[in-house]
């Protein structure tokens, strides 16, 4: 199992940002293997002081075959916004996890 977390920065306009998200979580809704879609609520929290991160997307695919063939079939449109995303400093995490429950 596959779980990624994306970490989108607060440096972008907070419309364009949700516009952004909601085309990220459309795209993957009918990808094979995604098992799971989560997104933060609200602003995230960091002790101390203000996050640098106004939303997390967390996803769970049912393997790195399944989420990578998802990412090889983004459009052009959507390389462009990913693009974007990391010249803002956006974040993509993936990483494989056993489930021990």
Do not use: C
Not at 34 to 46: E, G, P, R, T
Not at 61 to 87: A, C, G, R, Y
């Amino acid at each position: 199992m596959i779980n990624s977390l994306t970490l989108y920065p607060n440096s972008i306009d907070s419309e364009k940002l949700e516009a952004l998200l909601s085309k990220h979580i459309d795209s993957m809704k009918n990808a094979k293997g995604l098992q799971a879609i989560k997104v933060s609520k609200d602003s995230l929290m960091s002790p101390g002081r203000p996050s640098s991160f106004a939303k997390v997307l967390e996803t769970t695919w049912e393997s790195l075959e399944d989420f990578m063939m998802w990412v090889q079939n983004q459009t052009p449109e959507d390389h462009v916004d990913k693009n974007f995303l990391i010249e803002n400093g956006a974040i993509l995490l993936f990483y494989e996890v056993n489930d021990i429950t």
